[in-house]
């Protein structure tokens, strides 16, 4: 009796084990099945030379930017620069890029779905409609006119990237022999815009002006000499020349050093973090699940001086273009913002399509503080970045000038948004040892918006 009963308990916590077993399985099927199947050994799906054989990449306006011909052969648009230039979105037929639809979106190409899996009896798999514009990326690509870096639009109500460009890039119908040796090519795979961070220079600003005015009181009664340097907590902070008498306005609108180091050390190293993070910049988004580079603001050992330098975005600082890009959107949107997205839509070969939908950030900024910032960020380019190169803008922006050290030139920034209302975008540029964040990064700016704006 005792012997039956020891069995009916064992083969009880088996069935049990059997039946946990199975809905682990079914949970992960669900969440994970879609990345199962398109695992580059599936046959049904890619061809001997491991490329994706089914689905057609497009950009919002129907333009193919790339497809599979009759030979099971992918290829791409028939223009060499807008392929570059969407390369990072598109992606290379080896998967070698992470970023890219072929392989970060392959289910969605397939026509997955967890009742049939990939099988289509018409074998063609989906249209996969990306919410870029390729004529903005051509422009941005063209602006980068070869230097390294980033560019980055989007909708900052609908979450929608309208231009996502990275570079170095290349062709990929036309690889080069070198890419995997030559300097020009360092880091080609990389979606700098995606998966990178950056010494952000005085972009970060931004961020010290953000917790100064939920901090300090008198912050707009206040008034600062800059003679060239100040001493803050033994370190001795320098601007590129002496601002003279300032307000908190045109110490931002002339990025003046001096005075943020002073407001740095001021709040101190653990406000400077937790405003850092209430943006959103150090820690990461997940774009249509592409996992975007984490920022860094550490000042948990910082002195008195260092935090004065972490204040001005030096220091050990680090942020993501397309976190800062968000972080720009939501003071633009009063507070919060749509999370970022690539995929528009995709239609099955009989046509049905399925939509993808905005997701808010949250807070990341009060609402009050956010139309102060609009507002001085709005006279930096009245009082220093020049409205004339900005035609039918209400445009906001803060430069940055990241000192990277080692003889190197700095990082150029320029990121904000614009207030016209049938225009409701953030933006990002960082060239990577660009010089200057007014002259170059601005001008790449520049360029794009006129395009996305006017047309042109």
């Keep these: 009796m005792k012997k039956i009963e020891k069995r009916s308990v064992f083969c009880l916590v088996l069935a049990l084990a059997l039946a946990v077993g199975l809905g682990v399985f079914v949970v992960l099927f669900f969440l994970n099945g879609g990345r199962w199947v398109s695992f580059a050994a599936n046959r049904h799906l890619y061809n001997s030379a491991g490329q994706l054989k089914v689905g057609r990449v497009l950009d919002r306006d129907g333009d193919v930017l790339s ?19 969407t390369l990072h979105a598109v992606g290379d037929a080896q998967g070698k890029i992470g970023t890219g639809a072929l392989t970060a979106f392959a289910d969605l190409l397939s026509g997955y779905n967890p009742l049939t899996g990939a099988y289509s009896p018409l074998g063609e798999g989906n249209d996969l409609y990306l919410t870029l514009d390729a004529r903005l990326n051509y422009e ?41 040796t030559s300097e020009e090519y360092e880091g080609a795979y990389l979606n700098r815009f995606l998966s990178s961070a950056y010494v952000p220079g005085s972009v970060f600003k931004t961020v010290t002006l953000h917790a100064a005015i939920e901090t300090l009181p008198d912050l707009f009664e206040r008034t600062w ?27 931002y609108a002339n990025s003046c050093n001096g005075v943020f180091g002073q407001l740095a050390a001021e709040l101190g190293g653990d406000t400077l973090e937790r405003y850092a993070g209430q943006a959103g910049l150090t820690s990461s988004y997940s774009v249509n699940g592409i996992d975007t580079a984490p920022g860094r603001v550490d000042l948990s050992s910082a002195s008195g001086g260092q935090v004065a330098w972490a204040g001005v975005g030096q220091y050990t600082d680090t942020l993501n273009p397309c976190a800062l890009m968000v972080y720009m959107g939501a003071i633009a949107n009063g507070g919060t913002a749509a999370v970022p997205q690539l995929v528009l839509r995709t239609e099955n070969a009989l046509g049905m399509e399925s939509g993808y939908h905005s997701r808010s950030t949250g807070r990341l900024v009060s609402s009050s503080t956010a139309e102060t910032l609009a507002e001085l960020m709005a006279n930096n380019v009245a009082e220093t970045y020049g409205t004339g190169r900005f035609p039918n803008m209400d445009l906001c922006a803060k430069t940055g000038t990241g000192e990277v050290g080692g003889g190197q030139q700095p990082n150029a920034w320029f990121a904000g948004f614009l207030r016209n209302e049938d225009a409701p975008y953030a933006f990002v540029v960082v060239v990577e040892n660009g010089g200057s964040g007014n002259d170059v990064a601005g001008s790449i700016a520049a360029r794009v918006l006129d395009a996305l704006v006017n047309g042109y």
């Design 67 to 85: 497809w599979v011909e009759e030979n099971g052969t992918r290829t791409y648009y028939n223009n060499a620069t807008v392929r570059r230039a």
């Design 140 to 180: 941005a690509y063209q602006a980068l006119n070869g230097r390294k870096g980033a560019v980055g639009v989007y909708n900052y109500k609908t979450g929608e990237i309208l231009c996502m460009v990275s570079t170095p890039t290349y062709d990929p119908l036309n690889v080069p022999e070198d890419l995997e």
């Design 225 to 251: 000499t800059c003679t060239g340097s100040v001493s803050v907590g033994g370190e001795t902070i320098t601007c590129p020349r002496a601002h003279g008498e300032l307000d908190i306005a045109g110490a």
